[in-house]
């Protein structure tokens, strides 16, 4: 196998098998892995490459917990139909910036993602919950600013669309952990398939970051159940690896 291919298919598994444990901001590692491991040279392809395999990603986990019920549908796509729109702005613009700049702005969103893991995930909410006037008019406006957000950046935004349902709406965490895979899917696609139609997806190295993909979740679903006792800690473990790559990505931004 091609030495690119295989580091993008061992990439690919370490991203979902993060994924998997901790349920948001693995996705944030596929972009650096791609620069700095694969050794993918143009920052744009990166991204374009990374937004491809992680709406797949997110897709195949969307159909697993939309089975077992915890979809709460018509606020994900309230929140997910004007943030599709937010996306593909967003990647227009992020196309239109230069390498070095994006990977700067990419850099400080990744540390958010990072610090904001930091905080213990709270499980309180109505599971029950149901769209009204009320809880759309809180919904399209935080769609749109989250998918403006991670179609320029080219991240899932995960960490930023269920803490947002959860505050427009009042879901429980599992809901809100489940439903925001509708956005996370849709940001994903609308951003790789406008990075596509300018040529900066590179085919190869999807198909590889899926396959490994795959090897992530069944990996991550075997070690889930050995880390209930310290969660937290490997949490905290986990954020600040983000934290630290995001401040190696913006060191080489600047040098750029």
């Known amino acids: 196998m091609d030495a690119s291919l295989l580091a993008a298919a061992l990439s690919g598994a370490v991203?979902?098998?993060?994924?998997?444990?901790?349920g948001g901001g693995g996705s944030v590692l596929a972009t650096p892995l791609l620069l700095y491991v694969v050794g993918v040279r143009d920052a744009h392809v990166a991204?374009?490459?990374?937004?491809?395999?992680?709406?797949?990603?997110?897709?195949?986990?969307?159909?697993?917990?939309?089975?077992?019920?915890?979809?709460?549908?018509?606020?994900?796509?309230?929140?997910?139909?004007?943030?599709?729109?937010?996306?593909?702005?967003?990647?227009?613009?992020?196309?239109?910036?230069?390498?070095?700049?994006l990977l700067a702005g990419f850099a400080l969103a990744m540390a958010a993602v990072g610090l904001s893991m930091f905080r213990a995930p709270r499980s309180s909410g109505d599971p029950d919950v149901h769209i009204d006037p009320d809880k759309a008019l809180r919904l399209v406006p935080a769609g749109a600013a989250t998918?403006?957000?991670?179609?320029?950046?080219?991240?899932?935004?995960?960490?930023?669309?269920?803490?947002?349902?959860?505050?427009?709406?009042?879901?429980?965490?599992?809901?809100?952990?489940?439903?925001s895979?509708?956005?996370v899917s849709l940001f994903g696609a609308a951003t790789s398939l406008s990075y596509a139609a300018s040529g900066l997806v590179?085919?190869?190295?999807?198909?590889?970051?899926?396959?490994?993909?795959a090897v992530g979740v069944l990996a991550g679903a075997r070690l889930t159940p050995r880390l209930t006792s310290s969660a937290l800690l490997a949490r905290q473990l986990f954020a600040t690896m983000i934290v630290a790559t995001a401040a190696y990505v913006l060191w080489r931004a600047i040098g750029a």
């Open 15 to 22: 991203v979902a098998l993060l994924l998997t444990l901790f």
């Open 47 to 101: 991204i374009g490459t990374s937004a491809a395999a992680v709406a797949v990603n997110a897709a195949t986990s969307l159909a697993a917990h939309a089975r077992a019920g915890r979809v709460k549908w018509p606020c994900a796509l309230t929140f997910g139909a004007p943030g599709l729109v937010g996306s593909l702005v967003g990647a227009h613009l992020a196309k239109a910036a230069s390498g070095s700049h």
């Open 147 to 179: 998918g403006l957000a991670s179609g320029f950046f080219g991240i899932g935004g995960g960490f930023l669309i269920a803490p947002g349902l959860m505050a427009a709406t009042g879901m429980a965490l599992a809901n809100a952990a489940a439903s």
């Open 181 to 183: 895979l509708v956005s």
């Open 202 to 213: 590179d085919g190869r190295l999807f198909l590889a970051l899926v396959g490994g993909g």
